[in-house]
């Protein structure tokens, strides 16, 4: 188990919550993204990309948007484990995390850099083409200056819109499921 996953444990009781506790091997040959919607105490969205073995993870406040002129303010939390993209159901109240999770987006990502993304983690300016069901297309992660906060942002490409599609799709791309479907 990579050592990266130490906070992600640390922070849970397996006993109690049905989060995957990571350690499997990589299955697909393109890394991979998923996006959570989380009705913790403030709803969010957790952000991940799979970057070096594990998810790489922002709580995204407002949830990503298709409009290239929304800046989303992206907090990075712990690196969960690559099981993780498949979790949905509901971390018991009194747990770290405690709510309703569902699986928003998914699919793969590539890089729109030469650079590894690792790099593009360490630099703070990371440029992607997801790859997912509801979003597609190019996105800038940025981190600013000075901080430990990043915007999530569309780029001006022909998947930009200004469609709301996190009230127009609300449901689960695993099972179709809403946030409010789960107890
Ligand atoms: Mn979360």
Redesign the pocket.
């Known amino acids: 188990m990579p050592d990266k996953l130490e906070k992600y444990l640390s922070k849970r009781n397996f006993d109690r919550s049905k989060e995957p506790k990571g350690g499997s091997k990589k299955k697909s040959l393109r890394p991979i993204f998923v996006v959570?919607k989380?009705n913790?105490r403030n709803l969010?969205y957790?952000f991940r990309l799979e970057i070096d073995g594990v998810l790489a993870s922002w709580?995204v406040l407002k949830g990503p948007s298709l409009n290239p002129s929304d800046k989303r303010l992206a907090m990075p939390?712990e690196d969960h484990p690559l099981e993780y993209a498949e979790f949905e159901g509901t971390i018991p109240e009194d747990e770290y995390?405690g709510g309703q999770v569902i699986v928003w987006d998914a699919g793969e990502y590539r890089r729109l850099k030469e650079e590894s993304m690792e790099k593009m983690l360490g630099s703070g300016k990371i440029e992607i083409e997801l790859m997912g069901e509801k979003l597609k297309g190019g996105f800038t992660l940025i981190r600013m200056s000075g901080r430990d906060q990043w915007l999530l942002i569309k780029m001006k490409d022909e998947q930009a819109s200004e469609e709301d599609i996190l009230n127009n799709r609300p449901e689960s791309v695993l099972s179709g499921k809403k946030v409010e479907d789960f107890e």
Request: hydrophobic residues 25%; charged residues 10%; aromatic residues 0%.
């Open positions: 959570q989380h913790a969010h957790d709580a939390t995390g």
